[in-house]
DNA sequence: CGGAGTTTTGACCACAGTCAAGCTTAGTGG
DNA sequence: CCACTAAGCTTGACTGTGGTCAAAACTCCG
């Protein structure tokens, strides 16, 4: 069954021709570059899966990839389309839900650049991908998952380690929406926007949101209510400051990450 | 850091000798004897992941396998150890979990015949995995996820479906903890079980529920006694019965689905 | 049987949801 | 350049679902 309660279009992405490559491995220069392969597809480095791999694989690679440019607020692919597609983001911020015929909504992931997204199973996809800002990514087909199996197994065994990692990520937001209290989840999350971050080489502090607050409730099983409350009571006691509704300092992290461990207690 | 908020043993299983492999290749008769490898450890059939594998490979594994036995409440693992090994479970029933300091709980998931569970990343296990039932394991080493890409890339990309079919679950759950009522979740929950035993072979409705309520409570993100009053009523409007505690007939499995969907207001 | 542990039921309460109003910011056009 | 609008964020008052605490009933053992 196609599952789409609200109705819209699906982005197909613009095609970047090979003159813009160019442009694209230098509109981001807040990492270094790394001795990344020789696609020259995006400018990822070391944050790509294919980062230090051989000469060889990467080509062979490259002549099955794509890369995509869309507006935000586009949807990339829907729950219940055919999934014949992998994506790597070089640029922008993409959200991943699921809706229930009600309406209600569940953010199951925000993806960043270097993340990679759209796995499925038995051709479907689980859920709805759309972009939050601008996104630039890197499409891989699916039957590319098979096909590693005998070419590139080194590849193969990279992007399972990712798969274990996504795994890890969900168990710990597993626990944040069964066990948590509304300030908790929210410190969690922040705190896991920062370590992300910092995985990608940048600073943990001044956090950038690209979403809004309503996916974020969206994403951590609260309200938009709740959430602005949550985070006006962070900032009251001194946790964070909050210079515009989309960009939060992490004043005393450590603290914020005894607050996420439900270390403090509520009252404090 | 070793997270161990409650002290207590690790199980190492009691290893089965060669002899007792043809008690376990027979012990469990509810789904007949397909056409599995000379692994000969097991009698999993066509739900193993090494099922139909060539001779050479299954072989190969079965060198580096080995079979343990657990009694009920054993911890296999704990969150925080050394992540030396997968298992794949032969009988019994498996609950994995993280704890909060101040105890509270959250089970991410329940295995039971087949499924393969304990994947991880840098060493150390991101959740404890308990048995709730005696269980039988197939136990193979971690490191295998590596040299599997180089001598069978197949099984690797067998394991691989394996966990983006867990990625799917966790979506699902996702979903279930950050939008759902008590009542769509209980019935969400027996419905996931109905679907799972169907998987292994097993018939959907006269559903054995092998963890108590506060296991359950502790999956779904509610309470005991929410639970027990969810079940109470799903009883009382005729969707199920429940002949003891542990056993659940599911007398209406559609309109069950339509609350766990959320098409039917809490109201009816 | 007896007794421990689990499940169910009941009464009350609190955290987060709902509804509604104000506030801030960014964008638009006169 | 500034009114005007619209969207998003924040704040307030009230409500309701599910949590808490307590006790009764059931189940499953030995």
Redesign the pocket.
Known sequence: MAISYRAGPVAVGRRLGPEEFVSVRTAHTHDPLGDWGPCGACDLGPLSFCANMGRGTVSSLARVQCTLRYDAQDTMFREGDDGTAVYVLIAGAVKVYKLMPDGRRQITGFFFRGDMFGFCLETAYAYTAETISPVLACRLPMTLLRTLSQTAPEVQHRIMLRMIGKLATFHDHVLLLGRK???ERVASFLLSLSDRACRRGEPPSPLVLPM???DIADHI?????????A??RLKRDGLLD?P???LVVLRRPKALRGIADGLTP?AA
Not at 221 to 229: A, F, I, M, N, P
């Open positions: 209290t509304a300030r809004g607050r309503a099983g609260l309200t938009v209510e709740t959430v602005s409350r985070m006006t909050l515009s509704p989309g509520e």
